[in-house]
């Protein structure tokens, strides 16, 4: 059912400043509009449109960007509304932390099914981006658990929607890149545990066959299976190559079903800061290698069984906050992928080959597999297949030229690239990553523009 919302309060404070992604590529100024009352939203975005919801700012691209712009700043909805113990549903304004839903609940003996790298982003950003996290095979994405959520559009009606209710605004809103309006409020299935500790085990790999079949082997006794492979490691390769030189590290991991005894401390919070950005990237030919040996061989030594608590294995990035300056001024691209399983040895052999040739190394190179699940959103990322996650210091034509490499890799075998962390993927190639877009169109609101929907889908 939609409503129309009340009148227009008084004029919200608003500031033009400068906005980045995480990935600090650009700056640009946004005029800044803060929403901080749930029955005033509507009247603001009538009153501000165009516009573009932003939260935390940890998208690496420009999904969250509107130059010159309106963005409309959800981290003042941060209030929890109700939530159901016995059931485990958490209903609450959209500019909730997953962090605080973690933390708050934890105790309580619920946690959130399923979790990006970072637990600093809002409830609303990670539906509107449809996140993912180590246990896709198991749990599906953020998506899959969004009971009912609050869709405000820019005309200052207000839609309710979910699996079950206007089924196909929530498919279109699920991954919807906050193009379909501004989400207020969302319930959330969240899932029991017994406490904070992981079961978790650390396998070092030599080859991507090693990769594949740990990978198979884990998906039916293991939640949690993710990979660091060393993207500079190993010989290159012929093309069509039965072997593959690529060492790496698996992780896997369950939830402990009962509390350890005697109960381990939890790790201290010690929060760092990258305290300020250098003049140059410290991701270089001259630190990648050494780095990426070291972290491959303390982990080497360090394999085999163990108790962790989950926040470091699951956001192992969380406690060194600022981390994206030591790309340095120029700042750094992600690239992840997602390629069907069927040709996905042959197409990460044959980035990984690209990378090699380009001197172009990440050490927060993630390679990891997703379970046979569609996805709930139109535009979701997630589908079957494998998918690899890379840095790269922006090095400006000479990166550009890897990705163009990458992207045809992408193209012929079927897959796409990740839009939460994408800033230049070509047009053509977003077309026939997600064949549901013409679908997802008519649902878009004509009020809200981001810089990725100008790129890609021309306005």
Aim: proline fraction near 9%; charge should be positive.
């Amino acid at each position: 059912m939609v409503t129309q919302a009340p009148a227009a309060p008084p004029p919200t404070p608003a500031t033009s400043t400068p906005v980045s992604a995480w990935g600090r590529l650009q700056s640009a100024p946004h005029h800044v509009v803060p929403l901080t009352q749930p029955e005033q939203v509507g009247s603001t975005l009538a009153r501000t449109r165009p516009g573009l919801a932003h939260g935390m700012g940890r998208s690496y691209g420009d999904v969250a960007l509107n130059p010159g712009g309106t963005l409309w700043r959800t981290t003042g909805l941060n209030h929890f509304i109700a939530f159901d113990e016995a059931n485990g549903l958490l209903t609450c304004e959209a500019g909730v932390l997953l962090k605080d839903i973690q933390r708050t609940l934890l105790p309580r003996g619920w946690l959130l099914p399923v979790t990006p790298g970072t637990q600093l982003i809002t409830v609303g950003g990670a539906i509107a981006n449809d996140v993912h996290g180590k246990n896709h095979h198991v749990f599906g994405s953020f998506g899959d658990h969004v009971q009912q959520l609050c869709l405000v559009r820019t005309d200052g009606s207000t839609l309710g929607c979910g699996p079950t209710q206007n089924p196909d605004w929530f498919a279109a809103t699920v991954g919807g890149l906050g193009l379909t309006g501004v989400i207020t409020q969302a319930t959330l299935q969240l899932r029991r545990v017994a406490g904070p500790w992981l079961e978790a085990e650390t396998i070092a790999y030599t080859s991507l066959e090693e990769f594949f079949h740990l990978a198979d082997a884990s998906e039916a006794d293991w939640e949690h299976t993710v990979s660091w492979i060393d993207c500079l490691a190993g010989s290159q390769d012929k093309p069509g190559g039965t072997s593959s030189s690529a060492r790496g590290i698996f992780l896997r991991a369950n939830p402990a079903q009962t509390t350890p005894h005697p109960t381990p401390k939890p790790p201290a919070e010690r929060q760092r800061r990258m305290p300020f950005v250098p003049p140059v990237s410290l991701v270089n030919r001259l630190t990648l290698r050494p780095f990426n040996t070291a972290y491959y061989r303390l982990h080497q030594w360090r394999a085999g069984r163990s108790l962790v608590h989950y926040e470091p294995f699951s956001y192992p990035l969380d406690n060194l906050l600022d981390w994206n300056r030591m790309y340095g001024p120029r700042g750094f691209y992600q690239y992840q992928s997602v390629v069907p399983r069927a040709v996905g040895h042959g197409a990460v052999q044959a980035m990984l080959q690209a990378i090699r040739r380009a001197g172009e190394g990440s050490f927060l190179a993630v390679l990891k597999t997703f379970g046979k699940r569609q996805s709930v959103g139109m535009l979701s990322f997630p589908q079957p297949g494998v998918t690899l996650a890379l840095d790269f210091p922006n090095r400006g034509a000479r990166t550009h030229k890897l990705f163009e490499q990458l992207d045809a890799i992408v193209r012929e075998a079927g897959g796409r690239l990740y839009m939460a962390k994408d800033a230049r993927m070509p047009r053509e190639l977003f077309e026939a990553g997600y064949p549901r877009l013409p679908e997802f169109l008519p649902y878009r609101d004509p009020g809200i523009r981001s810089a990725l929907s100008r790129r890609l889908m021309g306005s």
